[in-house]
């Protein structure tokens, strides 16, 4: 079994041999990943694409839940549903003291699973670019960096409870959930079928895209 440290190890090379990487030339007898037109039309302005985006997010949130059920089920636990402070909440019904793998497992599988589904679309032959599926890739690295970052040390973090129920501490976690982020947002970004994915729509009555996201 790999030990944390060679995993982190691995993560770091991974990524930072995706951002040195050159770009390709075709003086170099190489192509850059082609641009696809029907992605490039489907531009953050039209409304058909927000919508696509937003159903494709919310699937990727579905799927976090649903693999925590999924997996409180399959250990032979209860799971149940409330509020922590106000906030919906999966609570696996495993107690983490006595069975704290059972709980470890539990509170992965969120992650892992948006994880996985991210890496079958990065990685899997098709026509990519679509809204749906550049919600889904979005949540994915929205909701990895939301854990290792602010919901970190939330009340029913999953980053928390991970770091209880193992040997790996927080700072372990969020290099290989936020390094696994990261290498799918350059993976992203290098890629001209995802052409537009890091913008969105200029204010009402000015033509254009901007960079990133708005903060007043």
Request: aromatic share 8%.
């Amino acid at each position: 079994m790999l030990s944390p440290r060679h995993v982190l190890s691995a993560l770091a090379v991974s990524v930072a041999a995706a951002l040195c990487q050159p770009t390709p030339l075709a003086a170099q007898g190489l192509t850059p990943a082609p641009v696809d037109s029907a992605a490039m039309g489907a531009m953050p302005h039209d409304a058909h694409y927000w919508r696509n985006f937003v159903a494709g997010a919310a699937t990727s949130l579905l799927l976090h839940e649903a693999a925590h059920v999924g997996t409180s089920l399959a250990l032979g636990a209860r799971p149940s549903f409330g509020f922590d402070r106000g906030r919906p909440t999966v609570f696996s019904g495993i107690n983490p003291v006595a069975d704290p793998r059972k709980q470890f497992l539990f509170s992965s599988m969120g992650l892992d699973a948006q994880a996985l589904l991210d890496e079958i679309i990065l990685d899997v032959p098709h026509r990519r670019g679509a809204p749906f599926e550049r919600g889904v890739v979005a949540a994915g690295i929205g909701t990895a960096l939301f854990y290792v970052t602010i919901g970190r040390s939330a009340s029913v973090s999953d980053i928390d409870f991970m770091s209880r129920t193992s040997s790996l501490s927080k700072t372990d976690l969020t290099l290989i959930y936020g390094g696994v982020a990261l290498l799918h947002a350059v993976r992203i970004h290098r890629d001209g079928r995802y052409a537009h994915f890091f913008v969105r729509p200029a204010p009402r009555g000015e033509d254009g895209l901007r960079v990133g996201v708005r903060v007043d």
